[in-house]
């Protein structure tokens, strides 16, 4: 597996990322010398993945037991965590204990808020076994659920100890997930790191097939952009307030669908939002829209907000985004992040943020979805 060491300041933590490499996984788990495992996955990844998994570490590294959650958004809260935690008390679990989050953002952060509350803290390891967890949400020391007022509004900050990533568990996700990881990737390149959008350009694809190679290179990518704004901001609080691109209607988005659009394309018409938004307020030419439009189809994210969500829903939850309070934002506007080019992010004093009129970004919103309305997104 190649090694990679992810800091955030005072914080590190090794990621390891390999192509079938199970055994290395185990072996690595084995070497934290437990004295149990509590595996935490979704229904469906525990059928995939869980069962095996656990039924090696309890063979080579010491008790292993698997513990599930129902799968998607909706089951991310206190309620899940809580059942959970009262499960792996059952089985034994003391301090030290090590809970293996195996899955993608939802599992990781029921998961790693679970292990941070847990006796105050026990070891976690994540093996992330979508896109968007291998090159996004295990990049952060955020462990957050949702409450009925938005998304990942109740959380913390926990460390990993370790990060275990196997391409090979990418195989069995269906294209929808794929593509969203794609938008993660192609928020990165508009974002962070410019350089990456010509050869994604060519590498982007609609039908979501991708060998591992592009996999790894895509992750890999994401890895650098990720430490270019997190290196001396491990909390997200100033320059890695920059991963929230796309995300303040993205995360709406997703809350008004109740899970149904995946968070990464969520985040990719938010970015399209996001970079209209900046040209009517006069930050950003029209070539920045139609290079956001552009990737995003190529990644075959349908390019609006989806016929199904209702846009009164949208709306509303855009006033719950978790960046408010950075701003001393006037009453009817929202703290947004937005470009004025690709890699080019504009800011209010030190934080790259900037006040939008709420009338502004909901107009924008409604027309989002106006403009490609009958559109049929991907399978």
Not at 4 to 30: H, K, Q
Not at 215 to 234: G, H
Request: aromatic share 4%; charged share 20%; with cysteine.
């Amino acid at each position: 597996m190649q090694f990679n060491l992810i800091a955030m300041e005072d914080a590190s933590f090794p990621y390891r990322l390999g192509t079938d490499c199970a055994e290395d996984i185990v072996a690595r788990l084995a070497a934290l010398a437990a004295s149990s495992y509590i595996v935490v996955a979704d229904t469906t990844v525990a059928a995939l993945y869980g069962l095996d998994l656990t039924g090696r570490i309890d063979k080579e590294a010491g008790p292993a037991h698997l513990i599930t959650h129902q799968v998607g958004e909706p089951h991310k809260g206190l309620a899940t965590v809580e059942a959970l935690a009262e499960q792996a008390l059952g089985h034994g679990a003391d301090r030290r204990t090590v809970v293996v989050a195996l899955g993608g953002g939802v599992t990781g952060n029921i998961a790693g808020l679970m292990a941070s509350l847990l006796f105050r803290g026990v070891r976690l390891v994540h093996v992330p076994t979508t896109v968007v967890a291998m090159l996004d949400s295990v990049l952060s020391l955020k462990q957050a659920v949702n409450t009925t007022f938005g998304k990942n509004l109740v959380g913390t900050f926990y460390q990993p100890v370790e990060v275990l990533a196997d391409t090979a568990m990418l195989r069995t996700l269906p294209a929808r997930e794929i593509r969203s990881g794609t938008g993660e990737v192609i928020k990165n390149a508009l974002a962070i790191r410019p350089t990456m959008l010509d050869e994604l350009g060519h590498s982007l694809r609609a039908d979501a097939r991708y060998d591992d190679e592009t996999l790894r290179w895509f992750i890999a990518e994401s890895l650098v952009a990720k430490a270019d704004v997190t290196w001396d901001d491990k909390h997200e609080r100033r320059s890695g307030l920059v991963l929230e691109y796309g995300h303040t209607a993205g995360h709406a988005i997703e809350h008004a669908s109740r899970g149904e659009v995946a968070h990464g394309a969520g985040v990719a018409v938010g970015m399209i939002i996001a970079a209209e938004v900046s040209r009517r307020l006069g930050h950003a030419e029209a070539e920045l829209v139609a290079l956001h439009r552009e990737l995003v189809a190529a990644g075959g994210v349908e390019p609006a907000v989806p016929a199904h969500v209702d846009t009164a829903l949208v709306k509303n939850w855009l006033t719950y985004d978790n960046k408010r309070g950075y701003l001393d934002s006037p009453s009817g506007y929202t703290p947004m992040v937005l470009l004025s080019a690709p890699g080019e992010v504009l800011r209010t004093g030190p934080l790259p943020l900037v006040p939008v009129p709420l009338a502004l970004l909901e107009d924008v919103v409604d027309e989002t979805a106006a403009r490609d309305a009958g559109t049929v997104p991907l399978p």
